[in-house]
């Protein structure tokens, strides 16, 4: 599978914001990920940044006002916004947002988007003031109401010194939302797919708990994948520093129990469940109210076994007689085949992904995995070492015809 981004032809309108420079920056990231990218920069843009650094980036003219009275221009604007499959005008002025709400056309960016065939995504930038102003909220929202999807813009420091709601957003997060926009029409869509992530803690006391090393990377890279193909994506996440994927469905939780319940409320209308969170195996018999001081020690340390959430969420599936299949993770540090298997048989899943916790490269807080696939019928498949992201493609293929096709691609 490939990032939804990739091929696609995005049209680039840059306006006279200070907020521009950003633009070269989001250009050369599409152009990265696959993206065919063509500017139009209005004459107050150009007071920011040049047609040159757009087209030394994208690799394309970048269009401007001149274009619009040459030779070809009665036909310019028709082409460009007809051939894009999204107008993404970063940043966009108080001016231009007036004049979209309001069908002015009165420069090529402006009459290109009265020409567009495809979903127009703004993205503001301008100072908090001039934001919140009663007229840009008005046109904002009628822009709404016309289909356009609006990226709010951040809060923080402004060029005008002041410090506010106004900045345009980050880059990245520009380029989540266009990945989330393009995935909508994947082959999973109508799906929804349970992602479990990251390691659950059981507390002592208000500030101890047990846990493990997992870091959530490859329940997150789940979630990524499950979104590009278009499914609707509830991901399930215990404590973790990352950032969830755009588009997804987020609860918070913190213990075995916390996840259990979360994961039991989604599987009902859900069509897969990948359990790839590190869930911990015991837990204090109580937590204490007050934090245990230190120079009292904790004594003998007593634990109870924590819920069995995939044997719980089995006996759901048949009980009720759900359509759900069930994939599940097991980090072995010997006997990787045999351990996984009974793991399988035991918690009636339809594929298992088994990793070596004790290889470097393949174990906890790294960015890449060394898995072997398991499928309920006994046969198997070795994955080369890989991004984390790359394994997450490779399990999702085998879920698609799964969905789709009520069989399982090899």
């Not at 990218?37 to 940044?49: D, N, Y």
């Not at 460009?80 to 970063?90: E, Q, Y």
């Not at 082959?187 to 390691?199: C, D, E, F, Q």
Request: glycine letters at 6%.
């Amino acid at each position: 599978m490939t990032n939804p981004l990739s091929e696609k032809q995005i049209l680039l309108g840059v306006t006279g914001s200070i907020a521009a420079y950003k633009s070269a920056d989001l250009a050369s990231k599409l152009v990265q990920q696959g993206a065919v990218v063509h500017a139009i920069l209005t004459e107050s843009a150009q007071k920011f940044i040049s047609p040159l650094t757009m087209q030394s980036v994208s690799g394309y003219t970048a269009y401007t006002d001149k274009d619009l009275w040459g030779e070809s221009g009665h036909i310019l604007h028709v082409q460009i916004g007809r051939n894009a499959d999204c107008f993404l005008v970063a940043p966009a002025s108080a001016n231009t947002i007036a004049k979209l709400a309001n069908g002015i056309a009165d420069n090529l960016l402006t009459i290109t988007a009265l020409a567009a065939d495809c979903p127009v995504v703004i993205a503001p930038a301008m100072d908090s003031g001039m934001y919140e102003h009663q007229s840009t909220q008005r046109n904002i929202e009628i822009l709404k109401n016309m289909g356009m999807q609006i990226i709010d813009p951040a809060e923080g420091h402004l060029a005008s010194g002041l410090s506010g709601k106004g900045r345009m957003e980050e880059v990245q997060t520009i380029l989540n939302e266009l990945r989330f926009l393009f995935s909508r029409s994947g082959v999973l869509k109508g799906k929804k797919v349970v992602v479990s992530a990251g390691a659950t803690r059981e507390y002592f006391d208000p500030v101890r708990f047990i846990t493990n090393r997992s870091s959530g990377k490859q329940g997150y890279a789940l979630a990524q994948a499950a979104l590009d193909t278009g499914a609707q994506v509830v991901l399930i996440t215990a404590p973790t520093s990352l950032e969830p994927p755009t588009g997804a469905k987020v609860k918070k939780v913190e213990s075995a129990e916390d996840m259990h319940q979360a994961i039991k409320e989604e599987i009902l209308d859900a069509h897969a469940l990948i359990m790839a969170a590190a869930v911990a195996d015991y837990k204090p018999p109580e937590i204490l109210g007050e934090k245990i001081k230190k120079e009292n020690g904790l004594g003998s340390l007593n634990l109870n076994r924590t819920i069995d959430i995939l044997a719980e969420i089995s006996k759901i599936k048949k009980s009720r007689n759900l359509d759900l299949k069930i994939i599940g993770f097991a980090a072995e540090s010997s006997d990787l085949k045999k351990n996984a298997e009974k793991k399988m048989r035991e918690k009636q899943m339809d594929m298992i992904v088994a990793n070596d916790i004790s290889d470097p490269e393949a174990g906890f807080e790294v960015d890449t995995n060394r898995v072997m696939i398991i499928y309920s019928d006994g046969s198997t498949e070795q994955l080369p070492l890989m991004q984390k992201s790359e394994v997450a493609d490779k399990i999702i293929q085998h879920l698609v015809p799964w969905l789709t096709e009520g069989t399982r691609q090899r």
